[in-house]
């Protein structure tokens, strides 16, 4: 009776998490380039009875044991990278990635950081830059005279500047791409770092190599599916609620034990 009072704990434990990371992915689910996350459990330790194989007679074994489980853990909160909808805006700074790829940005350290949310702005010095400020890299400046700004679907940013009528080029966006995308780590404003779990990023050229084309005007929305959130939602309260019965009934068992002592 003990052990399955702390067996439930785990249950409700693990439950209490799925229901934090299902949240997350409600409360973001109109964040620009987001990505949800799945909760990844794996059952505990098994207290070993009698062990499947055991000879119960001469002649005779266990064909099953006793194993009795000591209830149930996290094993990842895992990142899905699927690709989000694409949402038209009109807006000539808001760049989608269609297909693998990041964007990069310089961090205020001077790190690194990746991100699929391409809502870009200019800076005072012209800059692109990520809603925060962080200038993309490599750095693309915009002139103060520029006009009818344009990004190819292979990263090149061209316009036209003052009075003329041919479009100058004026640098080019390119995407970071990884070996295990979920290996990156989440640092919040829709940002990533890599880890060794990620692998060095390889830089390319939209459109080539597997890397995903940029679709100026787009941007890339959440991949949060609303309904399938909810039915998860009911799923572990659910869950949680019957872990919690467990313990409830655990402990009548253990009132009707004293009671008879």
Do not use: C, H
């Amino acid at each position: 009776m003990i052990r399955s009072l702390w067996t439930a704990t785990t249950g409700m434990g693990a439950q209490n998490l799925n229901m934090d990371v299902i949240a997350n992915n409600l409360a973001n689910v109109g964040t620009t380039g987001f990505k949800k996350s799945r909760a990844d459990f794996q059952d505990l330790l098994y207290q070993a009875i009698k062990v499947p194989g055991s000879p119960t007679s001469e002649d005779t074994k266990s064909p099953t044991g006793i194993q009795v489980g000591l209830g149930v853990r996290t094993a990842a909160v895992q990142k899905i990278f699927s690709q989000g909808e694409l949402i038209q805006t009109g807006n000539d700074l808001d760049v989608a990635i269609e297909g693998e790829g990041f964007f990069q940005v310089v961090l205020p350290n001077g790190n690194t950081g990746y991100t699929r949310a391409g809502a870009l702005k200019r800076d005072g010095d012209g800059r692109l830059t990520t809603s925060d400020g962080y200038p993309l890299d490599p750095e693309i400046v915009i002139p103060d005279n520029a006009r009818q700004i344009t990004i190819s679907e292979t990263g090149i940013v061209s316009a036209l500047l003052g009075d003329d009528t041919t479009a100058t080029q004026l640098g080019n966006i390119d995407l970071a791409t990884f070996t295990n995308n979920s290996g990156l780590l989440a640092i919040g404003q829709n940002l990533f770092r890599e880890t060794d779990a990620s692998g060095t990023a390889t830089v390319g050229t939209p459109g080539s190599d597997g890397v995903g084309i940029l679709l100026q005007t787009y941007l890339e929305s959440s991949n949060v599916n609303m309904v399938e959130e909810m039915a998860n939602m009911i799923t572990v309260q659910r869950a949680f609620e019957i872990n919690s019965k467990s313990v409830t009934t655990s402990d009548e068992m253990m009132r009707t034990t004293v009671n008879m002592v």
